[in-house]
């Protein structure tokens, strides 16, 4: 077959596929009750939309030969941006300020039911419970009247609304919003899973929203006023926080200049020739934190003229049943390059805080963080300011098999790298110290004595401790 011939062929069976899902949309529609009916037609005509650009855009989306670092007056120190000091006007500048935060997902990954905002973090006070006292704080502190807005998903716009009125007496507006419902597709057919609309038996995995959150995104009042208040007297329309990349955090997508302006390029997105470059502490030396700024002005311009060009993330996955599907996601952050005079900063890592695993919250809970109106702070007396590799085995991986193993969080002040592996319990008031590996075998236990300091050790074996 002619090279014309087999791209006109390919061309008929995409039609032909794009027909099929338009067909499956439409019948699951119809099964939407009246009320449900106006916001599901808007996702799906917006699954569709992605799907198309999908079915084009075959392949890594980058083309790696026009990849370069970014120019250096790109992306700004962090320190400079904080030298020029904060203006007497700080309460008009917060007063033009929205935050929004990520409120989607569900701590299914830690074993959680409902959503991973409402697991508690510090004394009894929740993820939420720290982004509402942070606004409040500047709210009485200036004497302002910052917003937040949560972007819920179908599977946390009920309990968050439920609990949202325990901030009723609160200095903070809270206003919620749904992100999109998606269809997820089956890998072979590429179909969508679901047969109509509704979200719980069998139809529970048949859905998705498209996101992720990070715990470190406070209000930064010096960034905020560098917005506002640009010294070249030219606005970003677009900031995006970045931070140095460590071991831990290779797989973080960085920003590159490409065709002339800033790009944010994913893992996903790398042809497989590359990764191992695009891995590359050397070369890419920043990742993004998902912290953004972004001018409402310009996002209303570019939405009415339909000019937001965010690229596709094919996320494959595994569905309990064993059904491999994929899920078509698109990462805010891509946006950068529709917008004009864009910038990246380069932040602390104190400001890059996910908590995914409970590895992650591990590290939130300890005395590594202090606590300060809400915010989550390195702590000063850890003397140098990287953060500790934590790996907990899958003893540890649900929330509540987590708390019961420890009978209270260790100090990891002087903590490097701790890996922990099997069956392992800690008493009160252990510090951990330097690199400290414990592993339990098949079979066996061990339990960390109340009090122990544990220095560069490894501990393996037996160690059962027993009431007398």
């Known amino acids: 077959m002619s090279q ?7 061309e008929v069976i995409r039609q032909e596929l794009e027909l099929s899902v338009k067909k499956e949309l439409e019948k699951i ?3 939407a009750s009246s009320h449900e009916f106006e916001h599901t037609k808007k996702d799906l005509d917006g699954f569709r939309k992605l799907f198309h650009r999908f079915l084009q855009e075959k392949g890594p989306s980058v083309d790696w030969g026009k990849i370069q670092r970014p120019p250096e007056d790109s992306i700004q120190p962090y320190e400079k941006i904080k030298a020029r000091g904060l203006p007497d006007n700080i309460s008009s500048v917060l007063n033009k300020l929205v935050v929004v935060k990520l409120n989607g997902g569900l701590g299914t990954s830690m074993g959680c039911k409902g959503p991973k905002s409402l697991i508690g973090v510090r004394n009894e006070n929740t993820f939420l419970d720290l982004t509402v006292q942070q606004i409040e704080h500047l709210n009485k502190t200036y004497n302002t009247d910052v917003p ?5 998903s179908f ?8 609990i949202l009125q325990k901030y009723n007496h609160c200095r903070v507006k809270i206003y919620t919003f749904n992100q999109s419902r998606y269809p997820r597709i089956n890998k072979e057919s590429l179909l969508p899973v679901a047969k109509d609309v509704s979200y719980s038996g069998e139809n529970t995995e048949a859905w998705y929203p498209p996101g992720h959150d990070n715990l470190g995104a406070t209000v930064d009042l010096y960034i905020l006023n560098h917005l506002m208040n640009p010294p070249n007297g030219k606005r970003c329309e677009f900031v995006m926080e970045v931070t140095n990349k460590t071991r831990a955090d290779v797989k973080g997508g960085t920003l590159t200049q490409y065709e002339g302006k800033l790009r944010l390029v994913e893992i996903a997105q790398v042809p497989k020739a590359h990764v191992d470059e695009f891995k590359s502490v050397s070369k890419f030396k920043i990742f993004n934190t998902n912290n953004l700024w972004i001018s409402l002005a310009a996002v209303k311009r570019l939405q009415e ?8 993330i094919v996320n494959a996955k595994t569905l309990d049943g064993g059904l491999n599907v994929i899920q078509l996601e ?10 004009e005079n864009s910038l990246g900063i380069n932040v602390p890592r104190s400001r890059f805080l996910p908590v995914k695993t409970t590895s992650d919250l591990l590290l939130v809970m300890s005395n590594l963080y202090s606590l300060n109106a809400g915010s989550l702070t390195m702590s000063e007396k850890r003397e140098f300011p990287t953060v500790p590799l934590v790996k907990l085995g ?3 991986t649900k929330v509540q098999d987590y708390l019961r193993r420890f009978e209270s969080i260790p100090d990891m002040l002087e903590l490097d790298h701790l890996t922990v592996s099997g069956d392992v319990t800690f008493g009160k008031n252990v510090s951990l110290k330097g690199t400290v590996i414990i592993i339990a075998n098949h079979g066996d236990r061990i339990d960390i004595p ?10 393996s074996g037996n160690l059962r401790i027993l009431d007398h």
């Open 4 to 10: 014309d011939g087999a791209s006109q062929f390919q």
């Open 155 to 162: 599977n946390t716009d009920e309990d968050t609304k439920k």
């Open 148 to 152: 937040l807005v949560l972007m819920n």
């Open 394 to 396: 899958s003893s540890f």
């Open 450 to 459: 109340p009090g122990a300091v544990l220095e560069n050790k490894i501990v």
């Open 29 to 31: 529609l119809t099964t």
């Open 330 to 339: 698109t990462a805010v952050g891509a946006a950068i390059k529709s917008f």
């Open 305 to 312: 003229q339909n000019a937001i060009d965010m690229e596709i």
